[in-house]
């Protein structure tokens, strides 16, 4: 009994010797040095420009040093569980009950100090901060701006 020869498609002996070429990491010297501008998220882009007209949160241009790292501690801590607008609808929001910030009954129940302190030392199953005393203050005044939206 002779077996039957199954015939081997080009595209599955393409992809065997790309796979066999690929047994060694590449050398350093052929990678470039890691900067900022390689680090990207796919929230950044929901948070660009274009995003006002719906509704969403608009990184302010320009600004200083400290206000950029508001905005940026805003996006990457606040944002999965609070929304890019604050009102509890991130990623994690509704399984955390997170607050809806916008509410006008929490903002008004709520001091300044205990909104930098529920960031600084977390709440409930918010976690603590580690952010520096400006940063928190600011994020604080982001809060507040959120107010009513």
Avoid: F, Y
């Amino acid at each position: 009994m002779q077996r039957k020869r199954l015939p081997v498609s080009p595209l599955i002996l393409l992809s065997l010797s790309l796979l066999a070429g690929c047994d060694q990491p590449p050398s350093a010297e052929s990678l470039k040095e890691w900067s900022a501008g390689d680090h990207h998220s796919s929230d950044d882009d929901k948070v660009g420009s274009g995003m006002q007209s719906k509704g969403q949160a608009q990184p302010k241009g320009g600004g200083d040093e400290a206000e950029q790292l508001v905005e940026l501690a805003w996006r990457q801590q606040c944002t999965s569980c609070h929304g890019p607008m604050g009102k509890g609808d991130g990623q994690m929001g509704r399984m955390l009950a997170a607050a809806d910030l916008t509410r006008e009954e929490w903002q008004a129940k709520v001091s300044d100090a205990e909104i930098a302190a529920a960031i600084r030392d977390g709440r409930n199953k918010m976690p603590k901060s580690g952010l520096p005393e400006p940063v928190i203050q600011g994020l604080v005044a982001h809060i507040r701006e959120l107010r009513g939206r």
